[in-house]
Each structure stands twice: as structure tokens, then as C-alpha cells.
């Protein structure tokens, strides 16, 4: 079994956070380490460790991952200015919690998309 992660503490409300949208799929906090003015995850309530790890089932939640960005990035004023969305998947990819989630960043120009590790 893989072992449980700080989200799941979170989505369970047994952990510290700013959540700013829960439903019965999907609930979303703000980063605690935010990169932009605007920096919210959106994760889904099961416990999927990766994009890998994605099954078919959970398409729906996927799905609400996107309309609840869309939500919180109008509520937040950023829908016009723009915003990125981001999954990181294992080391490559740069993710370090293991319960999949979507980055909702903006507030401000982010500039290219991809930068060059300096390790
Ligand atoms: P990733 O690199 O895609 O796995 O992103 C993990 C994100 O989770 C980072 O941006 C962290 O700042 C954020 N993070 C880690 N622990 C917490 C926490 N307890 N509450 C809110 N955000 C967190």
C-alpha cells in the first residue's frame, strides 16, 4: 500500500490548511510555499499517487479538478489575465508530494514555461 501523504491528512480535515473548495471529488487549499500572488492545489480526494497512476474511474474527478480551477482562478480575478495549470509526475517531473494534484498559479507574469534545473 502506498503510504499516505500530508493531502490526505488534509482532505480529511485531520491536517492544517487553507481550503478554499471541498466537494465530494475534489478539494483545493492554497500552497503553503506559494510560487505567484495566486498558488492553489486541487487535488483529488482519492489518493492517486501519480498521473501514472490514473484509472479510468477517475475521470470524473479529473474532470472537476479543471472546472473547480476555472472557478477559483474567476474568483481569485485572474481568468482574464491568464494563469497554468500544472501535474507533476515523479522525480523528472519535479513532484515531491505523491498524491496527484493540479498547481492553479497566476497574479502575475510567469514567463517561460520550462527552466533549467541548476543542479
Ligand atoms: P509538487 O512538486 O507538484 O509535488 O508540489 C507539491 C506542492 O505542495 C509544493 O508546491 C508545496 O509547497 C506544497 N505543499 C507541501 N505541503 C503542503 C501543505 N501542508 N499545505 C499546502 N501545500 C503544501
Do not use: W
Request: charged residues 25%; glycine residues 6%; neutral net charge.
Amino acid at each position: 500500500m502506498t503510504q499516505e501523504t500530508i493531502f490526505a491528512k488534509i482532505i480529511r480535515r485531520e491536517a492544517p490548511a487553507d481550503i478554499v473548495y471541498q466537494d465530494d471529488l475534489v478539494t483545493a487549499f492554497r500552497d503553503i510555499r506559494p510560487q505567484a500572488p495566486v498558488h492553489i492545489l486541487i487535488v483529488p480526494n482519492r489518493a492517486i499517487p501519480t498521473a501514472n497512476d490514473v484509472l479510468p474511474e477517475d475521470e470524473p474527478a479529473l474532470g472537476r479538478l479543471f472546472t473547480v480551477a476555472a472557478k477559483l482562478a474567476r474568483e481569485a480575478g485572474i481568468a482574464e489575465s491568464g494563469y497554468r495549470l500544472l501535474v507533476n509526475c515523479n522525480r523528472d517531473g519535479g513532484q515531491e508530494v505523491y498524491h496527484l494534484h493540479m498547481h492553479l498559479v497566476g497574479g502575475r507574469r510567469l514567463g517561460p514555461m520550462l527552466v533549467r534545473p541548476t543542479e
